[in-house]
Structures are given as structure tokens and as C-alpha cells.
T-cell receptor, first 116, second 109 residues
Framework: GAVVSQHPSWVICKSGTSVKIECRSLDFQATTMFWYRQFPKQSLMLMATSNEGSKATYEQGVEKDKFLINHASLTLSTLTVTSAHPEDSSFYIC????????????FGEGSRLTVL | GQNIDQPTEMTATEGAIVQINCTYQTSGFNGLFWYQQHAGEAPTFLSYNVLDGLEEKGRFSSFLSRSKGYSYLLLKELQMKDSASYLCAGMDSNYQLIWGAGTKLIIKP
């Protein structure tokens, strides 16, 4: 199967700082990447869809100025949580679509963010 | 609206068989996914059904009935490592995944 790498796995930061999370497709080119947030014991919540070379499409209720997404290349998308607050503490997961087949969706390992 | 329903929690015994049900309502339909998620980890792909019927893959099988908006994941010969959450997700006409809240499966010796 395809490999998607997410970094960092764990991050603790102070309130008001910004945190960048990287999502890389290691052995394939991903035209589309997705960013999810998951709170404890809850389902994955799609935050935004990121297409290489264009602006991300954000889901309703997700602040685009707070969650900056950059998909600069076919193998890298980044999520920056700006001016993080304790309520932003969550598990952030990216996924990447390998090809045109709908089943070819692969997930990164996830990044657990704790804002103090 | 779009909705995925699955039980919150199930308990089964090691070596037994368990069936996790999922009903879905999506705007259009482009398939039904099952993922396994261990605590603190990202989901891993288990199966994808787009046609009616049963797809078998080792100890895991997945079934789909499009007319009933229903799917199930069948796990045989349960092992302790199967303790995890199992996520059902439907793909709508825009190829967006609609996620269920997950079913926490507890395996007892």
C-alpha cells in the first residue's frame, strides 16, 4: 500500500503560538489531500480539502484564517494552526488520495496537539 | 441530510465472530468504507464496497445492500488485537466521505 507520513506525531505548545503539521505522501503523488480533526471518542471531522496548487476548500464552521493549509507540491501539504488555544487541542489527521480510484485513500499517522 | 449510524460499542469473545452494522444516508452514493482505528492512531483501511454483496478478505468481510442503505463488517476468529474502533464511512456524489462515530469493539478472553 501507499505511505503517508505525518509530522510531528505529538506537539505541545503554549497558547497563542502557531503550530505547523506536515503531511507527506512518500511513494506517490497526491493531487488531493484531506485534513481531519478528531476529538476524543468522536468521529473524524473533515476540516478542509486541499488540492495541489490551489486554495483549500474549507468545511462550514472551519476558520480558514486560523487553520492555514498549503499544498505546495504533489507530495506535501501543511496545516498551520495559528494562535492556538486550548480548545484547539485535538488529534489532527491527514489523508491523501493516490489516484482516481475512490478506494485509494491513505491516512497519515496523525498528530496530537496539546495547547497549554 | 447525510447520516451514518453504527452502534457505539460492542463486546465479543476471543475466537468468536462479531458483526458490526452500519446504515447510511448520503446524497448520492459512491461506495461504503470500513476503517479500523486503534486508540491514539490514525484509521487504517479495511474494505470498500460499491456493489451489493459480500467482499471477503481474510478474517474480515464486508457486506453492502444499496437498496437498504445498509452495510456490515464481519470479523471472524477474533483476536485480542482486533480491539479497536471500527469506522463506517459513506462516500457521497461529490466523493466526500461521511463518517460514522465509530463502533468501539471490546474483545474479552
Amino acid at each position: 500500500g501507499a505511505v503517508v507520513s505525518q509530522h510531528p506525531s505529538w506537539v505541545i505548545c503554549k497558547s497563542g503560538t502557531s503550530v505547523k503539521i506536515e503531511c507527506r505522501s512518500l511513494d506517490f503523488q497526491a493531487t488531493t489531500m484531506f485534513w481531519y480533526r478528531q476529538f476524543p471518542k468522536q468521529s473524524l471531522m473533515l476540516m478542509a480539502t486541499s488540492n495541489e496548487g490551489s486554495k483549500a476548500t474549507y468545511e462550514q464552521g472551519v476558520e480558514k484564517d486560523k487553520f492555514l493549509i498549503n499544498h505546495a507540491s504533489l507530495t506535501l501539504s501543511t496545516l498551520t494552526v495559528t494562535s492556538a488555544h486550548p480548545e484547539d487541542s485535538s488529534f489532527y489527521i491527514c489523508s491523501a488520495r493516490k489516484g482516481l480510484e475512490v478506494g485509494e485513500l491513505f491516512f497519515g499517522e496523525g498528530s496530537r496537539l496539546t495547547v497549554l | 441530510g447525510q447520516n451514518i449510524d453504527q452502534p457505539t460499542e460492542m463486546t465479543a469473545t476471543e475466537g468468536a465472530i462479531v458483526q458490526i452494522n452500519c446504515t447510511y444516508q448520503t446524497s448520492g452514493f459512491n461506495g461504503l468504507f470500513w476503517y479500523q482505528q486503534h486508540a491514539g492512531e490514525a484509521p487504517t483501511f479495511l474494505s470498500y464496497n460499491v456493489l451489493d454483496g459480500l467482499e471477503e478478505k481474510g478474517r474480515f468481510s464486508s457486506f453492502l445492500s444499496r437498496s437498504k442503505g445498509y452495510s456490515y463488517l464481519l470479523l471472524k476468529e477474533l483476536q485480542m488485537k482486533d480491539s479497536a474502533s471500527y469506522l463506517c464511512a459513506g462516500m457521497d456524489s461529490n466523493y466526500q466521505l461521511i463518517w460514522g462515530a465509530g463502533t468501539k469493539l471490546i474483545i474479552k478472553p
